[in-house]
Structure formats: structure tokens, C-alpha cells
């Protein structure tokens, strides 16, 4: 596609309750990177993929927390039994090669509220 | 642990300044630098890049790196309202390590 597409734009989620976020990146891009923002801080590094290496999952949080990136394309995080501090917005970027030098592009990225 | 540090803001300027954004890092092996903009409710977007000591131009935004002080800027000149928002350093960083450490921003405002 044109841009990296993220879905759905608004989650609002019960405590305690799985939730996935969809990821479909730019075509041809062969790395992917999920990072979260909360209210007033950073950009939190969470997992990347390259092609078909290992993905390095060092950011992820907790073991609530997976990822998976099928075909080489389309990526699911998914975080199971949500707490409340997992309230962010999460945000998809893919790179044309692994390592940055081409910058990374995000998605509108993915506001989730778990009440 | 690496860190990118910037400072935080607000910085405000008039219409037509130079704005001056700065950011510290402290891996020194770090290759690539990178400035993104990002207005309020939006994803960021990047606008730099550099990997070379020295000024690097593009239209009014120029970025500046100085890899012996750890030390990279954002200047924009003529500044704009619509320049407002917050400006994200990001470094990455060498050896095997391919992700991009993002700073907390600074909020940049521009004053009619």
C-alpha cells in the first residue's frame, strides 16, 4: 500500500480482555517495528522483524505481550489480559531495510483505553 | 542503557526566527540520526536524517551533527505557525542493535 496501514484507529477495551492490533506495512518493506506512546512520554521500543530473522522482542513489557508477523508482511501484536497502564497509543513504522538508515514510517497508529 | 536526551520545551518563537532544537545521546557508536515532527495527535513523521559530522541542509531545516560531543540540532529557519509541534530525535545505534532510540521531544511553538 501507500502508507502503513493500522487498524483498527480506536480501541476501548474491560480490564482483564485480549485485544489485537493490526499492522499491514508499506509493500516491499522488509523491516517492521511496533513502538507505544503514552500520554506526555516517548516513543517505547516493543519488538521489530526482518524478513524471516528472529524478531527481537527486548522491549516487550511483560509475557502479556506478543507479536507475529506473517508472509513477511502483515504484523498482529496482541496483548492478552489488559491492564489499565497498557492505556497508550501503538504504533506501527516499517523501513524499507533493517537498521533505520532509510528512516522509518508510521502508521496512524492504534489509540488503546482499557477501562 | 541507551538514552537520547532533549530538552522538553516549550520553546516558543516568533513568526520568522530560528528555532534551534537540540539532543544529546550517549551510545558513542551510534551511526544514524534522525529528526521527526510530530503534531499534536499524529504519528510522527520524519523530515532529517544525517550521518555525518557537519551541517546537512534541506529547504529551511538544517541538521547539525558533532559525533565527538555526542550532540545533534534541528535549526529552522523562518520559522512558521504551522512548524508547531513536537520535534522527536531519534539515534541508532551501532553493532547489531537495529532499532531507533527515540528522545521524549520538544515542543516547538511558533507565534504569529
Known amino acids: 500500500g501507500a502508507g502503513v496501514s493500522q487498524s483498527p484507529s480506536n480501541k476501548v477495551t474491560e480490564k482483564g480482555k485480549d485485544v489485537e492490533l493490526r499492522c499491514d506495512p508499506i509493500?516491499?518493506?522488509?523491516?517492521l517495528y511496533w513502538y507505544r506512546q503514552s500520554l506526555g512520554q516517548g516513543l517505547e521500543f516493543l519488538i521489530y522483524?526482518?524478513?524471516?530473522?528472529?524478531?527481537?522482542k527486548s522491549g516487550l513489557p511483560s509475557d502479556r505481550f506478543s507479536a507475529e508477523r506473517t508472509g513477511g508482511s502483515v504484523s498482529t501484536l496482541t496483548i492478552q489480559r489488559t491492564q489499565q497502564e497498557d492505556s497508550a497509543v501503538y504504533l506501527c513504522?516499517?523501513?524499507?531495510?533493517?537498521?533505520?538508515?532509510?528512516?522509518?514510517?508510521f502508521g496512524s497508529g492504534t489509540r488503546l483505553t482499557v477501562v | 542503557q541507551k538514552e537520547v536526551e532533549q530538552n522538553s520545551g516549550p520553546l516558543s518563537v516568533p513568526e520568522g526566527a530560528i528555532a534551534s532544537l537540540n539532543c544529546t545521546y550517549s551510545?558513542?557508536?551510534?551511526?544514524?540520526f534522525f529528526w521527526y515532527r510530530q503534531y499534536s495527535g499524529k504519528s510522527p513523521e520524519l523530515i532529517m536524517s544525517?550521518?555525518?559530522?557537519g551541517d546537512k541542509e534541506d529547504g529551511r531545516f538544517t541538521a547539525q551533527l558533532n559525533k565527538a560531543s555526542q550532540y545533534v540540532s534541528l535549526l529552522i529557519r523562518d520559522s512558521q505557525p504551522s512548524d508547531s509541534a513536537t520535534y522527536l530525535c531519534?539515534?541508532?545505534?551501532?553493532?547489531?542493535?537495529?532499532?531507533?532510540?527515540f528522545g521524549k521531544g520538544t515542543l516547538l511553538t511558533v507565534n504569529p
Open positions: 531519534a539515534v541508532l545505534s551501532g553493532g547489531s542493535n537495529y532499532k531507533l532510540t
Open positions: 551510545d558513542r557508536v551510534s551511526q544514524s
Open positions: 509493500s516491499g518493506h522488509t523491516a
Open positions: 544525517i550521518y555525518s559530522n
Open positions: 513504522a516499517s523501513s524499507l531495510h533493517i537498521g533505520g538508515n532509510y528512516g522509518y514510517t
Open positions: 522483524f526482518q524478513g524471516n530473522s528472529a524478531p527481537d
